[in-house]
């Protein structure tokens, strides 16, 4: 599996928007990109996937770049329940496959009041 | 989402023990789980795949003898510590996949 670069940290005010860039230059063509995020002391939790069209659901959109070699998570509203540790992870897609999740050192976010 | 469960939340353990943890998939069932460990301020580890009706695969340097992992039905897998050490403490978590991959909420083990 692709190999993925994110800061070691960030800082978002209370009701912005929280931007979180990944890199990921050798993604192969059948690699999705996920997001994963951990609260302190808490397993992680699933927030949102996509191959190369932008995704957005109730937690989250993700914009991927034509080439494919970045993204960024963007939590439109960030709230102080949002603070955790956020991984990119690129993986091969679907139930039949025994693609793992590979967890890199994640971005700490850190939403202030 | 999917729910994923594990037991015990915690456990403290003397040296020399066996502990074992239980992972289930509540709502689904899991051909596949997954077995990781972390340690404080490190990132996730993946220790093991586990399936239904097979050996597990351990990743490289993890010990299978002593991480013993049973997966004996779609719902379930066990990771038992086999005389576990101090060395051993650690946040223990599992997941398992139904199309995503989900989360449980980790075991703490504190050995003694």
């Known amino acids: 599996d692709a190999k993925t670069t994110q800061p070691t940290s960030m800082d978002c005010a209370e009701g912005r928007a929280a931007n979180l860039p990944c890199n990921h230059s050798?993604?192969?063509?059948?690699?999705?990109v996920y997001w994963y995020r951990q609260i302190h002391s808490q397993g992680p939790q699933y927030i949102i996937h996509?191959?190369?069209n932008n995704e957005t659901n109730e937690m989250a959109s993700l914009i991927i770049t034509e080439d494919r070699k970045s993204s960024t998570l963007i939590l439109p509203h960030a709230t102080l329940r949002d603070t955790a540790v956020y991984y990119c992870?690129?993986?091969?897609?679907?139930?039949?496959?025994?693609?793992?999740?590979?967890f890199g050192q994640g971005t700490t976010l850190q939403v202030k009041p | 989402g999917a729910v994923v469960s594990q037991h015990p939340s915690w456990v403290i353990c003397k040296s020399g023990t066996s502990v074992k943890i239980e992972c289930r998939s509540l709502?689904?069932?899991?051909?596949?789980m997954f077995w990781y460990r972390q340690f404080p301020k490190q990132s996730l580890m993946l220790m093991a795949t586990?399936?239904?009706?097979?050996?597990?695969?351990?990743e490289q340097g993890v010990e299978k003898d002593k991480f013993l992992i049973n997966h004996a039905s779609l719902t379930l897998s066990t990771l038992t510590v086999t005389s576990a050490h101090p060395e051993d403490s650690s946040f223990y978590i599992c997941?398992?996949?139904?199309?995503?991959?989900?989360f449980g909420p980790g075991t703490r083990l504190t050995v003694l």
């Open positions: 997941s398992a996949r139904e199309g995503e991959q989900y």
């Open positions: 050798t993604i192969s063509g059948n690699e999705y």
């Open positions: 996509g191959l190369k």
């Open positions: 992870i690129v993986r091969v897609h679907g139930s039949s496959n025994t693609g793992k999740l590979i």
């Open positions: 709502d689904f069932q899991a051909t596949t």
């Open positions: 586990s399936n239904e009706g097979s050996k597990a695969t351990y």
